[in-house]
């Protein structure tokens, strides 16, 4: 069977400067709106013009690739945070605002997706892709001391509860005819770098081994909810991508085994686009029933890779891995959160059209 989308992109795309200032002066939400559909309709057209045969909505309508799940579910304190040392690449502290803190039992008020999927499915010109958040990305962001054990008794409480609301929104996506759900999950690259898996231990009172065991439980309960014919479930990792920044770094090798061998996908997006990713080498333990997207085209520096360099890493990959079980795709949006990553929309469309002419070259 031929494999379906070997050009793919991981689904967030820059904001123009307009409709950043739009949201951060208070625009009628109305005429917010309105222009968040014009920018949509223009990307969902561009995909197309480039050659994708999946669409997603740039995820305009988010503040960050999380704020689906917080916007949709009552329990966050966003007035409240915890602050983290996380940004590696700059050596700078951080403090983890995005989500706030949970401070009261969940309660899902509507789907994650209320805001996108109608509108995606009146517009889009083909296969829809709708991007999630992995549930494992909240307990080691949104738990705080004092706080949240109020209400949930540890990290492994809030994580199942989280499971559960997203359980729901997976089944009603794939219920509802959407072909590709994607999982984002950058939380497992604290399970290969060692400073990160101290940190388990130090601050979340976890074995890492024993919480790896776990997270991969919670995404697989979220996979089997969306196990329909003809929907394609995928996880996308990496090792942050905040505005060109970084936390983790460390190639598969650690948890290699594990991580593939159990997560019950049919997809694995794989940050590759610089050495902290290390080797192909770990590509050898993926079930030859999976498909493999080699993220290999940088979203976080504007610089514009050489279409004969990326052809031959994908060759390099091969050889660990099926060419034809491959794929390409940028190593993770251009916009993890609203403000985005630092180049331009020409240099990210640059990008997506070395994603697809990549793909043709090497598949034809």
């Known amino acids: 069977m031929p494999v379906k989308f070997r050009a ?18 208070g625009t009628n939400p ?23 045969q999946i669409f997603t909505d740039g995820e305009l309508r988010r503040r960050n690739f999380m704020s689906e799940l917080t916007d949709a579910v009552d329990g966050f304190d966003t007035d409240d945070g915890i602050a983290r040392d996380w940004d590696a690449s700059q050596e700078k502290p951080k403090v983890a605002s995005v989500t706030g803190v949970v401070n009261r039992r969940l309660k ?10 109608p509108f995606l499915k009146l517009h ?58 994607q999982v984002d999950a950058p939380r497992y690259s604290y ?10 231990k130090r601050e979340m009172g976890q074995d890492p081994e024993e919480a790896l065991d776990e997270a991969i439980a919670a995404d697989n309960a979220c996979f089997d909810a969306a196990r329909r014919p003809g929907v394609t479930v995928a996880i996308h990792l990496c090792r942050g991508n905040n505005r060109s920044h970084w936390y983790a770094e460390g190639g598969y090798d650690a948890i290699a085994e594990k991580l593939f061998g159990a997560l019950r996908v049919d997809r694995f997006l794989l940050e590759y ?3 902290r990713a290390g080797t192909f080498e770990p590509l050898r ?49 251009f916009a993890s959160t609203a403000e985005g990553n ?11 059209k070395l994603v697809v002419d990549t793909a043709r070259r090497v598949w034809h």
């Open 108 to 117: 899902r008020m509507h789907p994650l997706t209320a805001r996108e999927l």
């Open 342 to 352: 630092l180049l331009t929309e020409d240099e990210q469309w640059a990008k997506l």
């Open 30 to 52: 109305s005429r917010l709106r309105a222009m968040e559909d014009q920018y949509i309709l223009r990307a969902l057209a561009r995909q197309k013009e480039l050659g994708f």
């Open 191 to 200: 399970y290969l770098d060692p400073k990160w898996r101290e940190w388990i």
């Open 8 to 25: 793919d992109h991981i689904g967030s795309f820059l904001r123009t400067p307009d409709l950043l200032a739009a949201r951060a002066n």
């Open 273 to 275: 686009d610089d050495e």
């Open 124 to 181: 889009s010109p083909g296969d829809i892709k709708i991007l999630l958040p992995s549930p494992t990305q909240f307990p080691a962001i949104a738990f705080k001391r004092g706080v949240t054990d109020k209400v949930y008794k540890d990290h492994s409480a809030l994580l199942w509860d989280i499971v559960e609301i997203i359980k729901q929104d997976m089944a009603q996506l794939a219920d509802e005819g959407v072909k590709y759900i």
């Open 285 to 333: 333990l993926v079930p030859r029933d999976k498909i493999v997207v080699l993220g290999l085209i940088t979203t976080k520096k504007a610089q514009l890779e050489k279409s004969d360099e990326v052809v031959r890493r994908v060759k390099e990959a091969a050889k660990y891995f099926p060419l034809e079980n491959l794929a390409v795709s940028p190593q993770c949006g």
